[in-house]
């Protein structure tokens, strides 16, 4: 028992690290084939290795702290996101029996461990020192916690129709039916709210580089600056691994291929709609992002919640 | 809300159009005939140096990037004993190309010029002179000016008339 248990957590750091890394290839190939390019294709097969060549370049950058930045706070917030995110990946069923803890109250500890990523842009920012770094920030809490906010809300739909917190019993609870077909508002806002809280584009208003250099990471370099954006690729897995084991049945699939495999693909499709949205969408002005949030999405996923309540009691009845 | 999926649609249908790449290094583009590139100094169809040194290419150079001295053969033409051109301070304007009165320097169609040492792009004029008339073949500056070479008198350039005994009243 104890072995297998470090198996897995090897295993899934082991993959989620390397996932990470191979996102920054992958991201850049498929926003150039979306713009009709070819993205780095010289270095080892298909430009594989630009990842090895990025992060050797992110370990030998000069790793400059600014003399009039807060020192402690400034080398400790890069770790706060990049510590969260993977604390998160400890609930996400990757299979049967794959899963690092299976606690039952998997969500929750999700949701926390989500929110605590909020530190990291908000203490980056400020330890930064710079005015453009605090502007992200600013935005970055504001809108990670407004988010936060409707992303729990529309979760809870699922909890409502499985009864348990527990992820892997929600997965198993979705072998009828994938909760994409009941609770298609609520995953629409939980996918709205995913970008919002791992601010990728088109909700990358705490970077918004037009406006705010590169907002709460301007001062970074080097390897604390690798480390955000380990982050957010980290991020993106993990709200595409929440996205597939809430709403689109985790592990389950036909049973010609393990339940880990269905669980990467699918993951993967959503990474890739995390890109394409990159590709495609223009990012919007930050009072309308607010707006945006607090009045329909907060009101959709409050009915979506009430809703699903009330039709789970009906037919219960 | 609806213009957003069907922008998301529309570049997700880029997936299957061509790309625009030249994988440049393999594949090279197509310069157009009139490209902006090296310079180079042209020949006569003769094969005589088109330069004369009039260094109105070296006062049209906005950079100051091109220097010559200008000398002239027994046979009586004009040519310039060093002509040097410093392309890292060349911006490839093409204004030494416009004030050439004899079609003899010339921008051509070649952009690959990178070196590892700064030195080397000082080009001279061995560098710089080619086996060509570039982009005006047949002209032939000396065969068409009423200036006297040896081999050609005044008067026997083409389309000249015979000069004018001014000393002579005769009609």
Redesign the interface.
Same mark, same amino acid.
């Given at each position: 028992m104890e072995a297998h248990y470090w198996w897995v957590i090897g295993g899934v750091l082991f993959t989620l690290l390397n996932t990470a890394a191979g996102l920054i290839w992958l991201e850049r190939r498929m926003l150039a084939?979306?713009?009709?390019?070819?993205g780095p294709n010289r270095a080892g097969p298909f430009g594989i290795l630009i990842v090895l060549a990025d992060t050797l370049k992110l370990f030998f950058k000069e790793d400059w702290i600014p003399p009039f930045a807060d020192k402690v706070v400034f080398v400790f917030a890069p770790a706060v996101v990049v510590a969260s995110v993977l604390m998160a990946f400890a609930v996400v069923p990757f299979g049967p029996n794959i899963v690092v803890a299976d606690m039952n109250i998997g969500i929750l500890f999700f949701l926390a461990m989500s929110s605590l990523g909020v530190y990291s842009i908000v203490l980056g920012g400020w330890a930064s020192n710079n005015k453009y770094a605090l502007l992200g920030a600013m935005r970055g809490a504001s809108q990670m916690i407004s988010y936060e906010v409707f992303m729990g809300l529309a979760l809870m739909g699922t909890v409502v129709l499985s009864g348990t917190f527990n992820l892997g019993k929600i997965v198993e609870a979705q072998r009828g039916m994938w909760y994409i077909f009941p609770q298609l508002l609520g995953f629409l806002i939980f996918f709205i709210a995913g970008i919002a809280e791992t601010h990728r584009l088109p909700f990358d208003i705490p970077e918004a580089e037009s406006e705010l250099v590169a907002g709460f990471h301007s001062e970074y370099s080097g390897m604390k600056f690798g480390m955000f954006f380990i982050g957010e690729y980290l991020g993106i897995t993990l709200i595409s691994s929440m996205i597939v084991t809430l709403y689109f049945g985790g592990w389950l699939g036909p049973a010609f291929l393990p339940g880990v495999i269905w669980f990467i693909l699918k993951t993967f499709v959503f990474i890739s709609v995390f890109i394409?949205?990159r590709?495609?969408?223009p990012r919007p002005r930050y009072d309308q992002l607010m707006e945006y949030g607090w009045k329909v999405l907060f009101p959709l996923s409050l009915l979506n919640l009430l809703g699903t309540a009330a039709i789970k009691l009906l037919i219960d009845k | 809300m609806f213009s @957003?999926l069907r922008?998301?649609w @529309?570049?997700?249908l880029? +997936?299957f159009?061509?790309?625009? +790449?030249y994988?440049y290094p393999e594949e090279k583009a197509p310069l157009p005939a009139r490209w902006r590139g090296r310079i180079a100094l042209t020949r006569d169809p003769d094969g005589g140096e088109r330069c004369v040194g009039c260094y109105l290419c070296a006062a049209a150079c906005p950079v100051d990037c091109i220097s010559l001295q200008a000398t002239e053969a027994p046979d009586g033409r004009r040519y310039p004993s060093f002509f040097r051109i410093n392309f890292s301070r060349c911006i490839f304007c093409g204004f030494c190309e416009e004030a050439c009165p004899t079609y003899a320097i010339q921008l051509l169609p070649d952009f690959e010029m990178a070196e590892y040492d700064r030195q080397n792009l000082v080009y001279e004029k061995e560098d710089l002179l080619i086996n060509s008339q570039g982009k005006y073949p047949g002209y032939n500056y000396y065969r068409v000016a009423g200036m006297a070479i040896e081999g050609k008198d005044k008067g026997e350039a083409q389309h000249e008339e015979p000069p004018v005994n001014i000393k002579s009243l005769l009609p």
């Open positions: 084939l979306w713009q009709d390019r070819y394409l949205l590709a495609s969408m | @957003l922008s998301m @529309l570049v997700f880029h +997936t159009h061509k790309r625009e +790449t994988q």
